[in-house]
C-alpha cells in the first residue's frame, strides 16, 4: 500500500493509472473509485466507497469536480486545484479538461509537482508567526497608530452588513501595514477616531481589493477620500484576464500562504442558517460574532498585502500592462464608481403599473396554452398539468403528441426545444410558449428587479465591471444588468424617466467597430467613407456592386445590396466564412434576395480586393496568435489564446477568431470608457454633479439625466471628450458621435 492515493469519481475512468504516470513519474500510488459501477455521472446514491480506506493515506488527491464533493464536501475544482487542504486533500483537475479548455494544462502540470514536496514534507516549510488584533477601543488602537504612521504603504479592507452602501453599513476596518499582520477596528472606534483615519488616508498609498467597492462604501457614510490608492484586483487582471479568476480568496488560495482561510466562515454561516431556519442567501456579515469576522477581515487584509507585493512588480515590468493599469483600469474605476453612486432615476409608478400588466399578459399567455387541445391530450395522457417551462414536456407535446419533426439536438443527445428551435416550427402553440418565456422574463428578470432594487431616492444603482469580460467590454451587476436589457424593448427603457426640469441624453459612438477596424489596418479602402462622411454600408454596397446612384441613395433603391454589404463587412470582420454570412443574409432577406454560399464567397473575394490592408491586418493577427496563443490590444490589453494550440482545428480556429474580434472590440470599448472618464472630469471640474448625472454605459453608448438648460453644453463637451484623438483617429475626421433626447430612455429622439 502506497502512502498516496487519487480518487476518481468512478470505474469508468478506463485508464486511471495511465493518466497520473502522464503527470507523476517514479512515483508509487493506489487508486480508489467513488463508485463501483461504470457511470459518467455520479450521484451521492451511488457511491459505494468505503471513505475509512483514506484515512491511513499521507496524501489523498480527489481529481475532478465529483470526486472533490464527495472525499472533502466541498466545491469548485478549479479553485481549490494543487492547493493542500486540511494537510491531507489536494484536489486535481480531471486531466481530460486540458482537452477543451488547454489552458488548464499548466494548471494540472502545477498541481502535479505540488506531490512530491508534500510526500518528502518539503512543502510545509517554516509556519510564519501571524500577528491579528481585533480593536475595540481606542485604548487598544494606541498600540498600532505608530506602526500605521511609519508605513508608506498600508492594505485597507472594510467589513459590511450589504453589498450597498444604501441598504447597510460598515461594520469595520481592516488595516495591514505589512503581509502576517492585521488589525479590524471596529466601527465605533473609526467614527471615533474619525479625523485621524481620513488624515491617514488622505496621506498614505491605500491597497485595495475591489477598491471601487471599498472606496464608495467609505465616501458615502464616512466621507473618507483616497487619493493614492492600488487595487490587486486590477492587477491581476492585467497578468490574467480570463473571467471569474480575480476574487480575493481564490487569489489568496493560489499566490499566498493562508490557505482556504474562508472556510471557518462558511462553516459558521451555514450552521447559524440551519440553526435559524432561514435562507444562506439571506445571511449577512453583521450576524457574525467578533471572534469570527475579526480575524477573517485581518486574514483579507494580510491576503491582499501579500498579492500586492506578488502582482504590482509584475505589472510594472510590462509597458503594456503599466499603460492598461494606470491609463484605463484606474480612472475608469474612479468613473464607474460615480456612475453607479448616480444611479438611474425610475418613475415607480410606471414599475408598478408595467408590472402588473404583463402579469396579466403572461397569465393570459397561461390560459392560451392551458385551453390547447394538444395540451389537454397531454394532459389527459401523463394525468399532470402541463407545465410550459419544463424542456422534457415540451419535447413530448411538439414531438411525440403534435409529431412535429425535431431539428436540432443538445449537446447531450436529447431534442433541443430552444427558442431557436420553436421560431423555426411556425406553429401557435411554439409562438404561445416564446410569448410566455419572453413576458415571464420580462415580468421576472427586469421589472421585478427594478422594482426591488430602487434606493428611497427614486434611483436605481447597479456595478459596473472594469474586469468582467476578457474583451475589456463593461459588465453589469447588482439589482440590474443594465448591458442585458434589450437594445429595443422600449416598455423597459421608459420606466427610467428623467426629473422635472430635466431629460434623458444618449450618446453613442457610430459604427465603432468598423472605424476602428479601418485605423488599426490603415486600410484606406474603409476610412474615406468616413473621410467623406457616407453612410458606410451604402458606400461599400456602390463599390462592390457598382451601383448606378449617389451613395446618399443606396439604402433607399438599393436596401438589399445595402444589407449585403453590411453582412459581409461584419461577417468578415469576424472572420466568419460564406456559409455563415449568405446564413446571416438570408435570415433577413425578402423572397428572391437571399444569396448562395458561392454568392458569399465571391462577395468576400470582391470586398478583400478593395480592403486589402484589413485583409493584410487579419491575416497578421491570425499568424501572431498561431504563432504566441497571445495578441495585445492597442492600448495594452493582453488576450490569451491556448486554445489556438488545440489540436481540435474547431477549437483553435474559433480561438484565433475571436483573437482577432478582440483587438477590435476592446479599442471601440476603451475608447468610450475613456470618454466617461474625461466626461466626468469635466462634469467635476465644472460642479455639474448635481445637473449632469452619467448613470449607465452600455457597449458603445453613454446614458445620462441632463438638466434641460445645460443640455447642449452638454452635447459639446461629451462629444469632445469622446472624440479626443487617442492615437486612433483618422486625421481631420474624428468618430461620430450621435446623440438622441426625451423625457425618457425609451423615448428618445435623435437631435
Known sequence: MSDLCFVFASTAEKNADKIINKYLKDTDFDVEYLCSINKDKILKKDIDLDMSKLDSYKLVCPVGADALKYVTGITGITKYNGVHLEKKYMPIVHPNMAIVKPQMEDEIKKAFSRISPIMNDEAAGV??????????????????????????????????????????????????????????????????????????????????????????????????????????????????????????????????????????????????????????????????????????????????????????????????????????????????????????????????????????????????ISNNSAVQRFERINNKTFNPNSTYQLRELFFNILKLKPSKKTETGAFSVDKEVLQTMNHPLAEAVLDLREKSKMAGTYISNIQNGVDSDGRLRSGFNIHGTTSGRLSSSGNLNYQNIPRDNKDIKKLFRARSGYKIVQCDLGTAEVYYAAMLSDDKFLQKAFIDKLDFHSYVAKQMFNLDCEVSEVKSKHPAQRQYAKAITFGIMYQAGPAKIAETVNKDAVMGEEISIPQAKLFINKYFNEARALKRFIDGSNQQIENYAYIYSFFGRKRRLPESKSPNPGVSKHAIRSGVNFLVQSVASDINIMGVIDLIKWIDDNNYQNDILPFTVVHDSIVSEVKEELIDTYIENARRCIQSDRGLTIPGCPIKVDFEIGPSWGELDEV
Open 127 to 368: 509556519e510564519v508567526e501571524k500577528d491579528y488584533k481585533h480593536i475595540e477601543s481606542e485604548t487598544d488602537f494606541e498600540t498600532y497608530k505608530k506602526q500605521i504612521l511609519a508605513a508608506d504603504t498600508i492594505v485597507v479592507d472594510i467589513e459590511t452588513s450589504s453589498v450597498s452602501p444604501y441598504t447597510g453599513s460598515i461594520l469595520g476596518i481592516a488595516i495591514s501595514t505589512k503581509p502576517h499582520q492585521g488589525i479590524y477596528v471596529s466601527i465605533d472606534v473609526v467614527n471615533k477616531l474619525h479625523g485621524w483615519f481620513q488624515a491617514v488616508f488622505k496621506k498614505k498609498k491605500c491597497i485595495f481589493h475591489n477598491a471601487k467597492f471599498d472606496m464608495g462604501f467609505m465616501e458615502y457614510e464616512l466621507n473618507f477620500t483616497f487619493p493614492d490608492w492600488e487595487d490587486t484586483m486590477l492587477l491581476h487582471y492585467c497578468l490574467e484576464e480570463a473571467v471569474g479568476t480575480h476574487g480575493l480568496k481564490p487569489l489568496a488560495l493560489r499566490f499566498t500562504d493562508l490557505g482556504d482561510y474562508e472556510r471557518e466562515l462558511d462553516d459558521y454561516k451555514k450552521a447559524w442558517a440551519r440553526r435559524n431556519k432561514v435562507k444562506l442567501a439571506d445571511f449577512n456579515y453583521g450576524m457574525l460574532p467578533a471572534e469570527i469576522l475579526a480575524p477573517y477581515a485581518c486574514k483579507d487584509g494580510d491576503a491582499t498585502f501579500q498579492l500586492y507585493n506578488k502582482f504590482k512588480p509584475l505589472v510594472d515590468k510590462s509597458k503594456e500592462f503599466t499603460k492598461l493599469y494606470t491609463t484605463i483600469l484606474k480612472p475608469a474605476t474612479i468613473a464607474l464608481k460615480r456612475l453607479e453612486k448616480n444611479g438611474g432615476p425610475v418613475d415607480v409608478q410606471a414599475v408598478d403599473a408595467l408590472q402588473n400588466s404583463y402579469q396579466i399578459d403572461v397569465e393570459e399567455c397561461i390560459d392560451e
